[in-house]
């Protein structure tokens, strides 16, 4: 199943770079290193992946070959100047970055969020977890459709968590995000409750590749006027 453009996930200025295996071994930090001090193999291997398509996309951005080290809660810290999100499903990896000023551009990137999941339905019971009633009354209209919307509404909101975490530090429940599809652009919107204050709505792009559904948000804040 294709569907969406992976390429187009993100607007202009943002570098996303996916990989399937470290072909020339790992290449961490000490830092990284000592995060990963008491992973198991599989998962010290997701993380250097990760890690190795962040630093790909740093560099074509002309960025810093520097640490990304691990946040308090988990959250990839980046270089100063730049913002961005890793994701990995199934052996794929990815992460997408860009500059928080990207050139040629009036709007600055406060923030990035890329999620990655199998293009499989969740559970009953799963689904009624993650969507809001508004939202499981839009999917009970689409029962029939090739599309796992249910999980994809599961990896929109995980995408706009991890784009926003990282500037707000603040935990959201599933049910909090609206979550809005435009399958006709392959794009959602997502509004946030509004005692969450700023922002109130994120804009994001969807794509399935085979077996693989790609959520990706972008926070894109215009300069304020004087
Ligand atoms: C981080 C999270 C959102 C997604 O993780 P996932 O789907 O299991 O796994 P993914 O591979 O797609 O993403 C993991 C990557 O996300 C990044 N990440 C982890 N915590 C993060 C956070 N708080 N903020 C931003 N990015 C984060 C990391 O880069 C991590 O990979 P790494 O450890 O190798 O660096 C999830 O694990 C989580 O912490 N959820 C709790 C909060 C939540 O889901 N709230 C409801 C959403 S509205």
Excluded at 62 to 76: N, T
Excluded at 91 to 109: D, E, F, K, M
Excluded at 152 to 179: I, N
Aim: proline share 8%; with cysteine.
């Amino acid at each position: 199943m294709v569907e969406g453009n992976q390429e187009q996930l993100f607007p202009e200025g943002v570098v996303l770079v996916t990989r399937r295996d470290l072909a020339e071994g790992p290449d961490l930090f000490p830092e990284e290193l000592h995060a990963m001090a008491r992973a198991t193999p599989a998962r010290r291997y997701e993380f250097a992946l990760g890690r190795r398509c962040a630093r790909e996309a740093l560099a074509l951005l002309g960025g810093p070959r520097v640490a990304i080290p691990v946040g308090r809660f988990r959250d990839p810290v980046w270089p100063f100047g730049y913002v961005g999100s890793i994701t990995h499903c199934h052996g794929l990896c990815a992460a997408a970055v860009a500059r928080t000023l990207p050139v040629n551009s009036s709007c600055a990137i406060r923030g990035l969020g890329l999620d990655s999941e199998p293009a499989a339905s969740l559970s009953e019971e799963l689904a009624g977890v993650i969507c809001t009633a508004n939202e499981c009354t839009w999917l009970a209209g689409r029962q029939g459709d090739d599309t796992p919307w249910d999980r994809l509404f599961f990896c929109a909101k995980e995408s706009a968590y991890k784009c926003l975490f990282p500037t707000t530090h603040r935990f959201l429940e599933f049910r909090d995000l609206g979550v809005r599809f435009d399958p006709e652009h392959g794009s959602f919107d997502v509004v946030l409750p509004s005692l969450y204050g700023s922002p109130s709505h994120l804009h994001g792009r969807y794509a399935i590749q085979d077996d693989v559904l790609l959520a990706a948000t972008t926070w894109m804040e215009e300069p304020t006027r004087p």
